[in-house]
Structures are given as C-alpha cells and as structure tokens.
C-alpha cells in the first residue's frame, strides 16, 4: 500500500498544476459525495463547513471539531478522504517547491527570460576582472536603477548574481538570446568580446535585435573600431586610449587625471550627456552656457547635432542650440532640466 501511494504521489507531483488542479477537484467531489452517501451530514451543511474540514484533513492539522460521527463515515474517511487528501496536499508542496526551484535555477543557469524588462542596460561579454569592474562601476552610478542583464557564453552560470540577471547564450551572435536579455528595449547595450571578431559578430546581433538601441562596443584594432562607427548607426566603438592619455600627459601634466576624472562615475565633477527637447526654442551656446551654469549649476563643454556624430567643443558663443541636440556637461550629478525649464530658460533669454 505504501508503494503505491508512493507511485501515485510522484505521478502527481511530475503532473502539470492544471492536471494536479483537476485531480484535487475530482477527489474533494468524490470525498462529499462519500460523506453524503455515509450520512454524514454534519460535514456537508455547508460549503465552507466542507471546504474547512477537507482543508483541515489534507494538511493534517485535524483540529477535531469536525469529524465523521457513523461508522461508515469514519470508514469512508480512512480509505478515501484521508490518504487522498494528504497525499494530494503533499504533491501540491513538492511541485511548487520544486517549480520555484527549477525557476530560480533557471534564472541562475541564463536560460531565463528578460524580454518584458525595459530602460535596462544589457552586458554582452564576459572577461573576468574586466566585465567584472564594468558592472560595479556601472551600479555605482545612481543614475541607473533597472537591473542589467549580462549576456555571456563564457561562463555556464550567473558570475554575480546579487547584481545583475544572466543570460547563457551558444555564441554572442545568437539572436534569440537578445530577446531573452530584452535587448530591443534595454536603454544600452554594452559590448566586449574576447577578440574583435567576437565583438564585431555581437555588434551585427544586437543591432538586429534591437535597431534603435544606443550601442556602446570595445574593439583593439581602431581602424575596425572606425570602420563600424562609420557603417552603423547609433553606436560607439571605442579602443584603448592609453598611448594617447601616456602622450597627452607628456605635454600637458596632469591630463590623464583630468580624463579620469571625467568618466569616472565613483566621483564628483564629471562629465554627463542630455538631450534637448524638441519643442525647446532655439538659443545660443554662450546663452545656454551662462543660464544652465547658474539655474543647474553645470557647465557645457559640448554640442552634438540631433542625429549627428560630430561633436562640437569649445563651441564659439554664437553657435545655435536646438531641440533634438545632445549636450555634453561636467557635473556632481546628473542633472536634466525639464522640458518647461528649457520653454522657461529659452523665453528669458529671448
């Protein structure tokens, strides 16, 4: 007998809840249709009487208020309600626990399902130390609250998963698996392969997966890392600029903290981007340079056209800024004026 409730309570639990679901109707059925043909009508005056004493016999609490007065029910109740029910109850425990297992599982392993997430940042790429250090510098900007989602094929389980979700692909080019990260509705996607080539592939997927996502890439070679910025749109393909920063500071001491400081996202002073909005009248850059310095308390260091790639700065003071541009600014913070602050400060100066 014990074998075979043992049979029967691992069928159940392997079921689906829909199935599971149709049995425990199916039995409650049968367990009031018995009571009623044992007379047990004390049991059965009421539903929510029922429903309370075969809830309180498939969880095994049996407070004893309610129980079978005849033989035949007491009977009935030994065979048919009780094994029944308490062995139905045990299979719901063991499927859900087992299902918020294997879901966290899942989750741990990549191969869950981000696609409803939106304004997140997506992580393509996984080089240890170097992804690693991108990722907490990445949190320790404020500015960004959703969790990332790092879309990786080098590891086989989530490398840091107090912070961030995974996403286990074959290879960084498989299409799907930026579907799964939410790709097409992520703010960024940020790309490092382990060769260009890697990179070069991961870049093509992400922009077939999300078209008009803002792309961010690392490539060494700078003449690929050219050759991409100038074929896709909305990316930026960067290269190490340490011999530059290692010239720069030659000449000029100091420079190379000057550019630390500027992207540097663990300290004050550095440099942020915001777009213009569109119904924002036009004004000039010294204006807008004097107005935002004292009303924001940040300060412009460039203009970029609305759908252009060539960057302005130190632009001459007679230079037009428009709904659409994108400004570059040094600030303690991130700092957006509103879209009636701009109608605001262009009318001031009109």
């Not at 409650?28 to 075969?54: H, K, M, N, P, R």
């Not at 074929?231 to 720069?248: K, L, P, T, Y």
């Not at 213009?276 to 203009?303: D, F, N, W």
Request: glycine residues 6%; contains cysteine; negative net charge.
């Amino acid at each position: 007998m014990r074998r075979t409730w043992q049979r029967i309570y691992y069928a159940i639990a392997t079921l689906r809840w829909s199935v599971l679901i149709a049995v425990i109707v199916l039995h409650a059925l049968l367990s009031y249709f018995v009571l009623v043909v044992t007379g047990e009508t004390a049991l059965i005056s009421d539903f929510l009487v029922y429903f309370y004493y075969y809830t309180t016999t498939a969880t095994t609490v049996g407070y004893g208020d309610l129980s079978p007065q005849t033989a035949a029910g007491r009977t009935a109740a030994a065979i048919i309600i009780l094994p029944g029910a308490i062995a139905l109850f045990t299979a719901v425990l063991g499927k859900a626990v087992s299902d918020i297992g294997n879901h966290w599982r899942r989750g741990l392993d990549g191969k869950a399902s981000y696609a409803s997430r939106h304004d997140h940042v997506v992580i393509v790429g996984w080089q240890e130390r170097a992804t690693k250090r991108l990722i907490e510098t990445l949190l320790a900007d404020r500015s960004y609250h959703a969790r990332p989602v790092l879309l990786a094929a080098a590891v086989d389980a989530n490398p840091m998963p107090d912070a961030i979700d995974f996403v286990f692909a074959e290879t960084l080019s498989d299409f799907d698996s930026y579907k799964r990260a939410g790709a097409s509705r992520a703010s960024t996607i940020l790309i490092r392969g382990a060769t260009d080539d890697d990179t070069l592939a991961a870049t093509l997927a992400a922009r077939a997966a999300a078209p008009d996502v803002h792309i961010v890439a690392h490539m060494e070679n700078e003449d690929a890392a050219r050759l991409i910025e100038h074929q896709i749109d909305n990316i930026e393909v960067f290269s190490s600029i340490s011999i530059d920063m290692m010239v720069r500071a030659a000449h000029d001491p100091g420079a190379s903290r000057l550019a630390n400081l500027l992207f540097s996202s663990r300290t004050e002073s550095t440099a942020f981007s915001l777009r213009v909005p569109e119904e924002t009248p036009p004004l000039s850059y010294l204006e807008a340079l004097v107005a935002l310095k004292r009303s924001h308390r940040i300060t412009l260091i460039g203009v970029s056209e609305a759908g252009g790639k060539h960057l302005d700065l130190n632009c001459v003071g007679e230079r037009e800024i428009r709904g659409g541009d994108t400004l570059f600014y040094i600030a303690d913070e991130r700092r957006e004026p509103s879209a009636g602050q701009w109608r605001e400060l262009a009318k001031q100066l009109a």
